[in-house]
RNA sequence: GGCCCCUUAGUCAAACGGCUAAGACGUCGCCCUCUCACGGCGAAGAUAUGGGUUCGAUUCCCGUAGGGGUCACCA
């Protein structure tokens, strides 16, 4: 067979070479060691809790290295492709701190644009260049057509691929697959000039060479040494739109671009000989392999499954609905990706994770299960580190997008929001409250005298004498001029006047002896003026509440007893 | 089913082949304390299993079991 001749006849219009492509995408000029990473998503939905995994090691690694960080947009599928996708990937990206040095962005139109020398970044829009080599891999005997009439595409694609699949058995159906593709690979170029002269679409299918009794040794910079088996399938480059398959746009597109590192979940593995079979045609260096696990979730068996896109979790924009801040979300994820990570945190509590030494090797190769318990601990200790005016300005952003009502509440008085987030804390242990910004009403909700309610039976549980006289005797001495001591001195003796032990100690030694203690007496307080049974240190509260709300909060409860 | 990957407490995990198998989250108890939160102290809890190699195995090798992934003109 003549392949130059087959080769022209099927890409008439490809004139540009392998050679030429190396001319217009040479390596970079990076300093030694630096990384070229990339996240290349396909825009078909929202940005997955998977995803910020091998973004954030890929931003980690090229940054930290002075190397690049890039987007690709993966959209060789235009059945799938959702409107606006892309858009919404690049700012959840951003959202959560992931900002690329190249790579398709958001333009000032608000859509999609490319920036930098390796473009375009939409492999939609790389057909030619795929051309090339498919032409160079005809030219060499690699490769090879395999036509179908429309109609038979038509009826391809009205198929549910998915469905027909899983009722596929396996093992039946092997040796039959294997007999069409053998015989798909002997034709006549009178049959191939018939096709084309009919318009029959054509796929391109890679000649495997391949023998997968035969072993590649691999090394996987997270799972180490690996056995491949050979490719012995001829699987598809180009497809019958002339838009190449995941395997050819990823062998080209890394190339071209000159990625070092190819960061990708292990789903990849089992396709990863297709991979290493193309590179060897293609005449193209490997890159460095990073397989990272799956986040998985538990099934109702109780079983581990990967977690994917319906489950609790899975969409990052929940997070944000759920008011998780973004740093919160970073730090939860370092602590996944770098097992030493907590330590290094622990010994540099003020340090941003971008200065953290992110190490390939303390990555984990099994999958692990989200947590959200371990999510709400790291975020409750990184908002415990926030200043007061922080927490105010991000609880407010939260607030005004997600219960606007409440938003307005808080943006009215800065300042007096900000003394009640200033409660307890600051120093060595401060207050930690709560995880996500949808706590914070639930939390500080009773300072504001529109969403502040008292429930009936908290009261029950006393004797409502006691706690109308103690409450009386408490406005008649109460003073906002008080410092802490003097407070609570008044409380103490308040405490006494009804027959309460004032010293904690003495009645918890004899409580029999006293109808209640101080700390009763406090409680009468912290109901008549938080209307909750908990709250934080009562004098904080009632300073920043001030002396009207007080008075006139006690004053209320006295006379609905 | 074939192929591939994985396996240390409920979860995340540490341990050049070498002390009594770290630590964090969660759980429970105690202390601190005007309640809560914080903090302090403590407890329970793990090398899936069977063989080998070795003076010695969580670590290396083989088998078994379990879990996961994948097998498209999807990525």
């Not at 020398?117 to 395999?146: D, F, T």
């Not at 808080?410 to 242990?429: E, N, P």
């Not at 004797?463 to 609570?488: C, G, H, Q, R, T």
């Not at 001195?489 to 009804?498: G, R």
Request: with cysteine.
């Amino acid at each position: 067979m003549d392949y130059q001749y087959l080769a022209d006849l099927l890409f008439p219009n490809v004139t540009k070479t392998p050679e030429d492509m190396e001319a217009q995408y040479p390596p970079r000029d990076l300093p030694e060691g630096a990384k070229v990473t990339r996240f290349a998503p396909s825009p078909t939905g929202f940005v997955h809790f998977g995803g910020l995994f091998p973004s954030t090691i890929g931003e980690r690694l090229a940054h930290q290295s002075g190397g690049v960080f890039l987007l690709r947009i993966e959209d060789t599928d235009a059945k799938r492709e959702v409107e606006g996708a892309a858009v919404g990937l690049v700012r959840t990206l951003e959202h959560y701190g992931i900002y690329f040095d190249e790579g398709a962005v958001i333009g000032e139109d608000g859509n999609i644009c490319d920036k930098g020398a390796y473009g375009p970044y939409k492999q939609s829009q790389r057909a030619e260049i795929y051309h090339v080599y498919a032409k160079q891999l005809v030219r060499e005997g690699k490769a090879y057509p395999v036509f179908t009439t429309q109609a038979e595409l038509d009826a391809l694609n009205a198929l549910d691929k998915k469905a027909e699949i899983k009722a596929k058995d396996w093992h039946e159906d092997d040796g039959a697959q294997k007999e069409k593709m053998l015989a798909a690979r002997s034709f006549t170029i009178e049959e191939v000039e018939a096709h084309l002269a009919a318009n029959d679409p054509f796929v391109l299918r890679l000649l495997s060479d391949g023998d997968p009794e035969k072993k590649i040794p691999f090394t996987d910079l997270i799972k180490g040494k690996l056995d491949i088996p050979e490719n012995d399938e001829d699987f598809v480059l180009l497809k019958s739109d002339g838009i190449p398959t995941y395997h050819f746009a990823h062998a080209v597109d890394d190339h071209l671009m000159r990625t070092t590192h190819v960061i990708r979940g292990e789903e990849w593995l089992p396709s990863l000989a297709k991979h290493l079979m193309l590179f060897r045609y293609l005449g193209f260096r490997l890159p460095k392999y990073m397989h990272i696990a799956q986040i998985m979730r538990l099934d109702e068996n109780g079983n581990k499954k990967k977690l994917s896109k319906r489950d609790m979790g899975a969409n990052m924009d929940d997070y944000s609905r759920m008011g998780y801040d973004p740093a919160c979300v970073c730090e939860y994820i370092m602590t996944l990706l770098n097992s030493n990570y907590e330590e290094w945190h622990m010994q540099n509590p003020d340090k941003p994770y971008t200065e953290f030494p992110f190490n390939i090797k303390k990555m984990s190769n099994s999958g692990c299960l989200f947590d959200f318990k371990k999510l709400n601990d790291v975020s409750k200790n990184i908002i415990s580190r926030m200043t007061a005016e922080e927490v105010y300005r991000r609880a407010t952003e939260w607030a005004n997008e997600y219960d606007p009502a409440f938003g307005k509440l808080l943006s009215h008085d800065a300042d007096y929001a900000t003394a009640i987030f200033a409660i307890g804390r600051g120093g060595k242990k401060p207050r930690k409250d709560f995880a996500t910004w949808a706590e914070v009403k639930g939390y500080m909700g009773f300072f504001y005298d529109e969403i502040f309610t008292v429930e009936d039976a908290y009261a029950e549980q006393f004797d409502k004498a006691d706690i109308k006289s103690a409450l009386e005797k408490f406005l008649a001495s109460y003073s906002p001029a008080d410092d802490m001591n003097a407070w609570f001195d008044k409380i103490k003796a308040v405490a006494e006047e009804i027959g309460y032990a004032s010293d904690m100690k003495q009645y918890k030694a004899t409580p029999d002896a006293f109808r209640g203690s101080v700390a009763d007496v406090s409680m009468f307080l912290r109901v008549a003026v938080t209307g909750k049974l908990n709250s934080p240190d009562m004098y904080a509260v009632m300073q920043v509440l001030g002396e009207d709300r007080v008075r006139a909060r006690v004053q209320n409860m006295i006379e609905t007893l």
